[in-house]
C-alpha cells in the first residue's frame, strides 16, 4: 500500500473547484498560529493517538506539514492501516506560500 502526492497548485485547483477532501495539517499549534491554510483541520501530530482514529479511510485525505516529512510519515502509517485515498502534500506549507499563497508566511 502506499499514498500519492499532491502539489500545492493541484491542491489549490481542487479546494477551487469544490472537490471533497479533508485537508490535514499535523503540524503544531504554535506552527499553525504562524502560518495556515484555512481549509485545513489541524490535528497536531503529537496528539496523533487522540486523533487517529477518527480519520475515515473512504474519505480523500490529503496531509500536510511544514516541508512535506511529517506529513509522509503520517501517509505511510495510514496507508498500512488500509486508507487508499491518501495525499501528501509536496513540500508542504512552505512550498504552498512559494507557489500558491504569498500572503501565507514562511518561517
Not at 472537490?19 to 504562524?34: F, N, Q, T, Y
Amino acid at each position: 500500500m502506499s499514498y500519492a502526492t499532491m502539489t500545492p497548485a493541484e491542491l489549490a485547483r481542487r479546494l477551487k473547484r469544490g472537490d471533497r477532501l479533508s485537508l490535514i495539517d499535523v503540524r503544531e499549534a504554535d506552527e499553525h498560529a504562524l502560518a495556515h491554510v484555512p481549509e485545513a483541520q489541524l490535528l497536531p501530530l503529537s496528539r496523533f493517538n487522540e486523533w487517529v482514529e477518527t480519520l475515515s479511510p473512504d474519505e480523500e485525505l490529503v496531509v500536510m506539514c511544514h516541508h512535506g516529512i511529517r506529513s509522509a510519515q503520517v501517509c505511510a502509517y495510514l496507508s498500512q492501516q488500509g486508507f487508499n485515498k491518501l495525499h501528501n502534500l509536496a513540500g508542504g506549507i512552505d512550498l504552498w506560500s512559494l507557489e500558491v499563497d504569498a500572503n501565507v508566511p514562511r518561517y
